[in-house]
């Protein structure tokens, strides 16, 4: 009797994964699952596809260890920024014709520069005495600093290197030209702005002056709150800071502090005497879930703050003042509180504040990922997607149990991009996340789930695929939940 011929195994494909899977997967820098079993015999890994978090942590090991390697190679490599600078300076050589990423950066530099001379001298010792031109993301710092070069209280050619790490470096540098006191970390960032009066706040306390006295603060700060300021993380900009600061002093904790990042509170201090007290509120009530501070803030800045607009007859508005001008936090209790924020959020639902509006689609591109096949009969498709109507919104928002729909006139404006990523399996359609992006930057402010839930580390990997393909970021206080 003649034997039978087997066929070949059937290999699998990516999208035929769990979505788990193929976040790894992309994690180590691979794109199939062929590649992922090669990369695993290689690295002496077993090669199959439903392993544990502990082989999973294993395995990413390796490829930061691999990576680490590369980028200390990679620093070692020739430059030749020593010929290329003083040739940018005398107009040899154009940013259109220069190839090293550092060295068009400078030739941009230069053009805007109204301290051309300065910037040709602090850019030369630095190539000589430091690694800091080895990243072109310093070289709008030092055109800054070369703007206020009649600030340096010591000369750039008695500053010498005692780190290696280019963070650090830079660190020192700043110490060096602006700082005879100590000046917070959190401090350096602003040289990375075109913001001069921010700039002006580290010379400010870089001279032992106290912040509480710097032109321009757009707060009153007390003397407690002034020294927490100081303490706030390196990660945090100067508006978080000043909040990190308020909310120290009253008594509250990071997590409130984190939870207020991203929120109208860290980017408007118009009206802080009555926001303080909304500050005051959410530390007298340490057992609120901060998951419930930004719909809160939202919710209150609606009815105290913004301007309603009504149509008195076909096609004519008018606007007239806000729902609760004199809306104070006098006598509310988190309980009392969150039944007319959820009261609002379905009243949002029932109507729209802003008229019916509809508006045009972003450039940003939409997105569509696979995961499963219909022979395993696990297939599923994920979808991101642009809302452009008033009517959407609400239509989010009932779904999702939030306040989107609040974002109709801002959306209209062209201050805001609204995203819905939905599930679609067995022809079943699902809403699963509510994104928010802010315009023109391109920036992914905040990311909710049903009654605002945080999305998954799953689902993160999803939004970063997007945000790579259409070159969005997102925000660093956007917060992550678990698998």
């Known amino acids: 009797m ?10 699998t494909s990516l999208e035929e994964c769990t979505l788990k899977m193929q976040a790894h997967i992309h994690q180590l820098g691979l794109s199939s699952v062929e590649e992922y079993k090669n990369w695993c015999r290689h690295n002496n890994f077993t090669r199959g596809l439903d392993k544990n978090s502990r082989q999973l942590r294993n395995e990413l090991s390796v490829v930061t260890a691999m990576k680490a390697s590369e980028i200390l190679a990679n620093e070692k490599k020739a430059r030749n920024l020593k010929e290329i600078i003083p040739k940018i300076y005398s107009g040899e050589l154009q940013s ?7 060295g068009k ?11 051309q001379e300065v910037l040709l001298q602090l850019l030369l010792y630095l190539e000589d005495n430091s690694q800091l031109l080895e ?7 030092f055109e800054a600093i070369a703007s206020h070069s009649d600030s340096w209280i010591r000369p750039i050619e008695t500053w010498h290197v005692k780190r290696h790490n280019r963070d650090r470096q830079f660190y020192e540098l700043l110490r060096h030209l602006f700082a005879a006191y100590d000046v917070p970390p959190f401090m350096d960032r602003v040289w990375f702005t075109e913001n001069e009066t921010h ?3 580290y010379k400010h306390i870089g001279i032992g002056q106290n912040i509480r006295t710097a032109p321009g603060i757009p707060i009153s700060l007390t003397k407690k709150m002034a020294h927490h300021f100081l303490q706030a ?12 600061g308020q909310v120290h002093a009253l008594g509250g904790d990071r997590r409130l502090i984190d939870a207020l990042r991203g929120t109208r509170l860290t980017r408007n201090f118009r009206n802080d005497d009555f926001w303080l007290n909304v500050i005051r509120f959410f530390v007298a009530n340490p057992m609120l879930d901060v998951s419930h501070v930004h719909p809160i803030i939202d919710y209150i800045w609606n009815q105290k703050f913004e301007d309603r607009r009504v149509f008195v007859e076909r096609e004519v508005a008018e606007e007239i003042g806000p729902a609760q001008p004199n809306f104070s936090m006098r006598g509310r209790t988190p309980d009392t509180l969150l039944r007319q924020v959820n009261e609002w959020h379905r009243q949002l639902g029932r109507e729209t504040r802003g008229g019916n509006f509809q508006w045009p689609r972003s450039e940003i591109g939409e997105f569509r990922f696979q995961e499963g096949s219909e022979q395993k009969r696990n297939l599923k498709f994920w979808y991101i997607r642009e809302l452009l109507s008033t009517k959407e919104l609400i239509e989010e928002g009932r779904a999702l149990n939030h306040c989107v729909s609040s974002y109709a006139r801002s959306c209209y404006s062209g201050k805001k991009s609204i995203w819905t990523l939905e599930s679609e399996d067995e022809n079943v359609r699902r809403k699963v996340l509510t994104i928010e992006i802010s315009r023109p930057e391109n920036l992914i402010r905040q990311v909710r789930g049903k009654r605002n839930r945080l999305p998954t580390s799953t689902e993160k990997f999803l939004l970063e695929r997007w945000a790579a393909a259409e070159n969005l970021e997102i925000a660093e206080y956007v917060q992550f939940g678990q698998r």
């Open 96 to 102: 259109e014709t220069v190839r090293n990423p550092t």
């Open 135 to 141: 990243d072109p993301a310093y070289i709008k710092a």
């Open 105 to 115: 950066e400078i030739a941009l530099a230069f053009q805007r520069s109204n301290s």
């Open 2 to 11: 003649a034997k039978k011929k087997k066929g070949k195994p059937t290999k």
């Open 233 to 244: 993380p390196k990660q945090y900009t100067v508006e978080e800071a000043f909040r990190w």
């Open 199 to 201: 700039q002006n706040w």
